[in-house]
């Protein structure tokens, strides 16, 4: 039975970190957006999207990406720069999305 509650506890604490390395990834995220030009608005939406459909590589790739205030349209221009498909799918989605006020509030 001992092994069965090991297994359960390990199970919940993994969850739990998965959800905290989530929260911080969607932090650092947002910051690189708004480092990035975006407004907080835009960048707090887009983050809470991309976070769960991008790998780490693909959002360091996003940190990079800094500069004086800038459209979105201009963002998503400089990221296909980055020819990665995956990143641009995800980016244009998720700008289009909040640009429109159409992304769903996550909770």
Do not use: F
Not at 14 to 26: I, P, Q, R
Not at 52 to 67: I, K, P, T, V, W
């Amino acid at each position: 039975m001992k092994p069965i509650v090991l297994v359960t506890a390990a199970a919940a604490l993994s969850l739990v970190s998965t959800g905290c390395v989530s929260k911080l990834a969607e932090g650092r995220v947002r910051t690189a957006l708004v480092d990035a030009g975006l407004s907080h608005a835009n960048a707090a939406c887009m983050a809470a999207r991309m976070t769960d459909r991008l790998s780490l590589g693909q959002l360091r790739r996003l940190e990079a990406l800094q500069a004086p205030k800038r459209s979105l349209a201009d963002y998503v221009w400089t990221v296909r720069r980055l020819d990665d498909p995956q990143l641009v799918q995800v980016t244009v989605s998720a700008a289009a999305l909040c640009a429109m006020g159409l992304a769903p509030e996550k909770r």
